[in-house]
C-alpha cells in the first residue's frame, strides 16, 4: 500500500463498537498524522544524523526535533478531542487527568532507525485505563510493564515508510490495515521457530542481553533485532516472526504492540529472573508460548554459569 493510503488504512469493521471501539479509531488517526508528520521531517532533510539530534539515556539512545513534534500533535489533539485524559508519552512524560483514561505515546519507536534512514520506525499510540485503587484490576503478569496503566482498551502502530497500520480494540480483534489478524494457534518447534527481540540503550544491559542470546540463538530458526517493539509485537501478530522477547520496555513501546498481538491470539507473559533483571515481555504464537519460556530459563542458567566460570556476563 502505498504511503498516501496510509490514513485511512487502520479503518474497517473488525474493531467493535462501542467505547473501545471508538478510541481504537482515534488512536489510528493520531498515529497516521503523527507518522505522516514525522515521515515529511525524515523526506524533506530535516531529520537524519546532523539535524536536531540529543541522546537521552545514554549515548546510543536517541531523540530527534520529530519525536518531540510528531508527540506535540498527538498532544494538541488529544487536548482538543479528549481534554479530561491522561497522556503518558515517551519525550514529554506525564501529563495526569481527570478521566479514568491513560494515552500511552511512541511518537517514533525505533528512532535510530528513524535517524539512519533505516525503514523500521513507527508511531504508537494506545489507550489504557488508569491503575489505581478504584480502578479495574490489571492483567497481573504484565502489569509491571504497563507502569500507572491498567487494561489497554485500543491502540495503533503506524509504520510510515512500509504505509502500513496495525491496530486493535480490547474484545474487538486487531488488523493490519484493516485485515483481520490471527495468529496461528498450532504447535510449533524451537528449532522452527523465528524470533524477534531488542535491546537496552545502556553497556551493561546489553552485555548481559548479549550473554542470554548466545545461548538462545543456537536454539532457534533465527533471530531478529528490527530496532522498533511495537513493530515486532505486531510482527508477532501478523505472522512475520513466531515470537519476541525483550527485557527493559517502557509502556509507550509495548502497550499498542501488546494490544494488537494478544487480540490477534497471541500468548503474553512477563518473566521474571531473565539478565538483565526485571520483568521481560515474551509474546508469542500460542504453541511456541512454553518452549520459549523454557528456553530463555535454560540460556539464563547457561549465561549464569558462563558468567561464574569467569566468563564475561552479566
Ligand atoms: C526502542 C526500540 C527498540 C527497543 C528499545 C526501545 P525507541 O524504542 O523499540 O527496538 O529495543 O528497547 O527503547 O527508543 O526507539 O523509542
Redesign the pocket.
Known sequence: MSTGDARSSGRGRPGGDGLAGELRHLAVDLAEEAGQLALAARRSGGAGRRSGLRTKSSGT??ATDADRAAEQLIRSRLAATRPDDGVLG?EGGESPGSSSLVWLI?P???????VYDFPA?AVSVAVAERAGPDGPPRPAPLAALLGGAGRLLAGAVHAPVAGETFAASLGGGATHDGRRLRVDPGPLELGQALVAT????ASSARRAQAGLLAHVLPAVRDIR??????L?LCSVAAGRVDGYY?A???P??LAAGLLIAVEAGAASRAIEGLPPGGPTLVVSRPGLAEPLAGLLAAAAAAADAHAAAGHNGR
Do not use: K, V
Not at 108 to 114: E, Q, S, Y
Open positions: 539512545d536517541l515517551e511512541d517514533i519507536d525505533g528512532t535510530t532507525n528513524f520506525w531488542g535491546f537496552g540503550y533485532r528490527a530496532g522498533a517493539a511495537s515486532d525483550e527493559g520496555l517502557n509507550w513501546d
